[in-house]
Each structure stands twice: as structure tokens, then as C-alpha cells.
């Protein structure tokens, strides 16, 4: 059995790469793996190169995710990819609730919910993406808005299970604007989120927990956000589409995980 072990660093390539491009970024990554052992590495291409990425991480320790899933495992949904799909195509993990879908495709904390089940139905394991938006930030309702989402995001999830779960802490305003949250900000929230987690599926379990923060990430400031306590990964956007900076990301967090143990 595979353990997800911290730094977890995750890199989510939303709607980039075509084939060739994905070789390329593949390949430097698992060229430079030999070096970054330390960490735990997973790569989130676009549907359309996951056969290929799967591919060129054959023995390799860097895992494989999928952006998206349906909640149904088969059946006339023209469109949509089914998690038994992704398992097939070598994915052990799954991106399930980004602010991307909750924005531009409607996804709610129900489907997402489904969406979780159905994962584990695929022995996938789901990386579960939460986060405020601006003006909720500014309304004073993060926590409140955290807790609503993991509360209703994971209905049915046992503490059992809930051990193959990855959860990502994305504050909206903050991906893809160049507007990180401070280290503070997001530790604020990382804490509270171990500390609902320890609620509902005791302490062990919460501290095992491993919880990533994603939203502007890069080499500059992956090593201050990691040393907090509750950052344990991150889930990479834009600078993961350069194997350079996705590989000085993950330096950097391997070196500051080191340090706070
Ligand atoms: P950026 O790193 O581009 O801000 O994206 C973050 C993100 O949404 C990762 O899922």
C-alpha cells in the first residue's frame, strides 16, 4: 500500500499541454526525481495526455491524477469521464471540487459529494479542493465558508476512509492573480481546517491529515508557506507548466519541510 507523505506537491495543469508538450514536462520531471525523493509528486494533466504521462511514469515514483470525474461510474453522459475511466488510464488520484468547476461549471458541495463517493468506488484517491472567495473573505466568512464545504462535500465519508483523502486549501482570490496569501493567512486557515477535521474523525486521523495550499504558488514562496505547520503540499497551477519552477517549488518545500520537523 502506497502512504501519501508530506511535502505532497501536486501540479495541476487546468487546460494546458498538448501531447508533445506533456512529454516534455513529464520527462524533465522524472528526470529530476531522483532528486526530489523526499517529497511526494503527483501530476494532473489534461485528459487527453493522461495515457501518455502514464506512460513515461511506468516505474516511476511520480503518481498520476485527473482534473475531473463524473459521479456515475458508466452510462450515457456524453462528455464525461468516469472514474473507473482514470483508474484505467493509470490515475491514482483525482482533482474533485476545484473553484474552477464550482465557478464556471456549476459544481456544488452535493455533486461534489458524489463526485468524492464515486472516486473511492474508482480506488482513486480524491484531492478535495476548497476555498473563500474575495468577498466572503471580506464578509469575515472564511471559516464559516470552510466548514460548509467540507461538512457538505464529504456526507458518507468515513474516518476510514476519509485516510485516503487529500484535501487542497485555494482561496479564489488568490489563484492564478499573483496575490499568494501571506504564510499567515493561509496557516490561519490550515489550522482551523485541522482542527474541524480532528472533530469529525478524531485527532489521529487530523493530524495525519495531509492539507496543501494552492493559489499563486511559486519558487520565491514555497519554502516560507511550507514551514508553517499546517502546510503540508501544494497543489501548483501556473508555475507547474515549467518543469524548472515545479521542481524548484518542491526544493524548496523539501528543505523547509526539513527544517520544522
Ligand atoms: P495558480 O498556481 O496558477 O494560482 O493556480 C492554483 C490552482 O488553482 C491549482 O489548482
Not at 504564510?183 to 492539507?211: F, M, P, S, W
Amino acid at each position: 500500500m502506497h502512504h501519501k507523505k508530506p511535502p505532497f506537491i501536486a501540479g495541476n495543469w487546468k487546460m494546458h499541454m498538448t501531447i508533445p508538450e506533456a512529454r516534455a514536462l513529464v520527462s524533465a520531471v522524472v528526470k529530476a526525481s531522483p532528486g526530489l525523493a523526499e517529497a511526494e509528486i503527483v501530476l494532473i494533466p489534461p485528459f487527453t495526455a493522461l495515457a501518455e504521462a502514464a506512460r513515461l511514469l511506468l516505474d516511476s515514483p511520480v503518481q498520476l491524477g485527473a482534473q475531473n470525474l463524473f459521479y456515475e461510474d458508466k452510462g450515457a453522459y456524453t462528455g464525461e469521464i468516469a472514474g473507473p475511466m482514470l483508474a484505467d488510464a493509470g490515475c491514482r488520484y483525482v482533482l474533485v471540487g476545484h473553484s474552477e468547476r464550482r465557478q464556471y461549471f456549476s459544481e456544488t458541495d452535493a455533486s461534489i459529494n458524489k463526485k468524492v463517493l464515486a472516486a473511492f468506488r474508482a480506488g482513486l484517491k480524491p484531492i478535495v479542493c476548497i476555498g473563500e472567495t474575495f468577498e466572503e473573505r471580506e464578509d469575515g466568512r472564511t471559516i464559516s465558508r470552510i466548514e460548509s464545504q467540507l461538512r457538505h462535500g464529504l456526507v458518507g465519508v468515513t474516518a476510514e476512509a476519509f485516510a485516503d483523502i487529500v484535501l487542497a486549501y485555494e482561496p479564489v482570490w488568490a489563484i492564478g492573480t499573483g496575490k499568494t496569501a501571506t504564510a499567515a493567512q493561509a496557516e490561519e486557515v490550515q489550522a482551523r481546517i485541522r482542527d474541524n477535521l480532528a472533530e469529525n474523525y478524531g485527532k489521529e486521523a487530523a493530524a495525519c491529515a495531509i492539507i496543501l495550499y494552492g493559489g499563486s504558488v511559486k519558487p520565491a514562496n514555497s519554502y516560507s508557506l511550507l514551514r508553517e505547520k499546517n502546510i503540508d503540499g501544494f497543489l501548483v497551477g501556473g508555475a507547474s507548466l515549467e518543469a524548472d519552477s515545479f521542481i524548484q517549488i518542491t526544493k524548496e518545500a523539501i528543505k523547509a519541510y526539513k527544517e520544522k520537523q
